[in-house]
């Protein structure tokens, strides 16, 4: 059923934190609950856009089927739905990322400047779903797959929202909001500032053990950009391999969860 053996812990997790959510959804009306329970799973379930990021790079299960309907969970957690990744990121953003003028994640303005972290987090987070569309352009068959269960996960949420407004508001609408904010925001200190033509000299690697811990590796990103399609597992012995082409400047055994 897994593809790798490595998936089954965070998986289980995920989807634990998933029937808790549907749990307090049925049994609880409080509005101070819901909201202590969303600030508490704030950073937790942002986190859980690597692992979404990571099965759109390498599926987590054999079967399609059970692929889409981990999407769709991973969905009401990050705001980040089917194909999206794919399309925004895989055949987007990894592509175009030494390029400024081009690239889905940019960090510069069309005159050239840098972004500020604030307006970076704005732009990217705003036009998510439109920059996957257009590069969906080029790739129908993902671009479709991408509308159609996008649009079945938000009206799956509209629907809990219309049957029970508060709770869905506060476990589902609110933090794939929340989420995806959180996830533009982190993803600016990736890249911004290092303009080069050199791969290895074009993202920051974040080598503390809790945040790859929480992130499955996300922190050794030079690796990631080298070789996309590698396992989170064994993206540690990737960068290993690699590091000594890497500037010292760019990696930081200090980096936090929220850094």
């Not at 779903?129 to 996960?153: E, P, Q």
């Not at 508060?166 to 925001?185: D, E, G």
Request: net charge positive.
């Amino acid at each position: 059923m897994f593809r790798n053996s490595k998936d089954r812990l965070p998986v289980f997790i995920i989807l634990s934190l998933s029937a808790l959510d549907f749990y307090l959804y049925f049994t609880v009306e409080s509005i101070l609950v819901l909201s202590i329970y969303w600030l508490i799973m704030l950073i937790p379930k942002a986190n859980i856009c690597a692992w979404n990021h990571h099965h759109q790079h390498s599926f987590v299960f054999r079967s399609k089927t059970l692929n889409h309907i981990l999407e769709f969970f991973y969905a009401l957690h990050t705001g980040a739905v089917t194909n999206i990744w794919v399309l925004h990121h895989n055949l987007g953003h990894h592509r175009n990322f030494l390029d400024q003028e081009c690239d889905e994640s940019r960090w510069k303005y069309k005159n050239g400047k840098p972004m500020g972290e604030l307006a970076y987090t704005l732009i990217v987070f705003l036009t998510s779903y439109s920059r996957a569309l257009g590069v969906g352009k080029n790739h129908k068959k993902l671009r479709n797959r991408f509308v159609i269960f996008g649009s079945l996960t938000f009206l799956i949420v509209a629907a809990l929202v219309v049957y029970n407004p508060v709770p869905a508001l506060l476990l589902f609408v609110t933090p794939m909001i929340t989420s995806l904010i959180f996830t533009a925001w982190t993803t600016y200190d990736h890249h911004a500032g290092l303009d080069t033509e050199d791969q290895f000299a074009a993202s920051f690697n974040k080598l503390n053990g809790l945040y790859n811990l929480v992130t499955g590796n996300l922190g050794y990103h030079t690796a990631h950009h080298y070789k996309p399609g590698t396992h989170w597992s064994k993206l540690p012995e990737l960068h290993a391999s690699i590091k000594h082409k890497i500037p010292d400047h760019l990696m930081d055994s200090e980096a936090t969860l929220t850094s």
